[in-house]
């Protein structure tokens, strides 16, 4: 699911979750964009925060993952602010150059722990068979 970060009126950037066989694993996925303009506001963080709150309040993940390339400081800054640990990483060519993935894990007791933005959900009940939940 891709949502739109929009500020007076603009989008901004972008947030997604996703996941495969959730009903069975329990693991959700997230990617995001976040326009430069719009870097250190504290977007990128209430934008993932509020995936998070999805997967984890709203439909009871155990665990998140996400990602990074090692030269993107702020991404990788924003998940530690959040909770995640490293999980390895992998080898990607991107423009035909090597680069460095960063995995990052985060648990639902992890999270806990690190909630620091406030957020509210309405009419999830009714989308939880669309998740593969009931």
């Known amino acids: 699911m891709n949502l739109a970060v929009v500020r007076d ?16 694993r329990r693991e959700v ?15 990128g963080t209430e934008m993932r925060a509020a995936v998070l709150h999805l997967a984890f309040a709203g439909l009871g993940a155990q665990h998140a993952v996400s990602g990074a390339y090692a030269d993107n400081a702020a991404s990788l800054a ?14 990607h060519a991107v423009r035909a150059e090597p680069a460095v993935l960063r ?18 959900m309405e009419g999830l009940p009714e989308c939880l068979p669309w998740f ?3």
Do not use: C, N
């Open 132 to 134: 593969g939940l009931t």
């Open 9 to 24: 009126g603009t989008v901004v950037g972008t947030q997604g979750i996703g996941a495969r066989d959730f009903s069975v």
């Open 78 to 91: 924003v998940s530690r602010k959040l909770g995640y640990h490293e999980d390895g990483i992998e080898r």
């Open 29 to 43: 996925g997230t990617g995001s964009w976040l326009g430069r303009a719009y870097h250190r506001q504290g977007l």
């Open 103 to 120: 995995r990052l894990r985060l648990t639902a007791e992890q999270w806990q722990q690190h909630q620091l933005v406030p957020v509210k």
